[in-house]
């Protein structure tokens, strides 16, 4: 147990309380449990929010593994209420937010990297499989997304009329399916492939080109279209 369970923030030494050592020093000073007790604020009857913190990231095994929860999962740990829990939530769908900001306002998809730097913050960490499509221009300008289905761990089921049914109400003038592969296996399936034909030969009956199809696992990504597979 940690030497100061059972002692608040303001008990130890200045040096040590989160807040002031991040006043004085700068919060790349501090540590993934230092940080989190500043968004927690308080702890719980017999143990501080340092404690309380470190128990948050020890449950989960990692502050990525944590960074993957929903606010419910928060809650099973001891001086975790909802407020707190949202909170959490909220900071880390934050932080991917800004990876996708760092795009710019206007995302021109004219690579495979480009797609997959906007995606894989939504969809690394993801326990399940969805399937995405985005919306392009004629100068390939990013006009929107939709989450076309979710699933299970290992398959999601697409329809292609709903796809191309979707791209005409955003206007769109060609569009990429992206999905994920919450295994990490980076390698597309027959099953990729055959739905991948499929909506592209439905994009060419409608004039609206599927340009191409990126498979997301962590933080890695493969292109049908790079691959020759469209």
Do not use: C
């Not at 500043?38 to 913190?53: A, M, Y």
């Not at 696992?217 to 020759?228: C, E, M, P, R, T």
């Amino acid at each position: 147990m940690h030497k100061f369970v059972g002692r608040s923030v303001r008990e130890m030494p200045v040096t040590e309380q989160p807040r002031e050592k991040l006043l004085t020093y700068g919060a790349e000073t501090l540590s993934e449990a230092e940080l989190i007790a500043i968004l927690l604020r308080t702890g719980s009857k017999g143990f501080n929010v340092l404690d309380t913190s470190r128990a948050l990231i020890a449950h989960f095994g990692s502050l990525r593994q944590l960074s993957k929860q929903s606010w419910q999962s928060m809650k099973v740990i001891p001086g975790i209420a909802k407020v707190k829990a949202i909170t959490l939530e909220s900071v880390f769908e934050l932080s991917r937010r800004v990876q996708v900001a760092s795009l710019g306002e206007e995302v021109i998809m004219i690579t495979p990297e480009i797609a997959a730097a906007y995606f894989i913050p939504k969809l690394r960490d993801l326990s399940h499989e969805e399937f995405y499509v985005a919306f392009l221009n004629n100068s390939k300008r990013l006009l929107g997304i939709k989450k076309i289905s979710s699933g299970g761990s290992t398959s999601t089921i697409v329809e292609p009329a709903e796809v191309m049914r979707q791209a005409i109400l955003n206007q769109a003038n060609s569009i990429i399916l992206v999905h994920n592969h919450p295994s990490g296996y980076l390698k597309e399936s027959k099953a990729d492939i055959m739905l991948t034909k499929r909506l592209a030969e439905s994009g060419k009956l409608l004039n609206i080109p599927v340009i191409d199809h990126i498979i997301i696992a962590g933080n890695d990504f493969i292109s049908l279209k790079s691959k020759n597979l469209m």
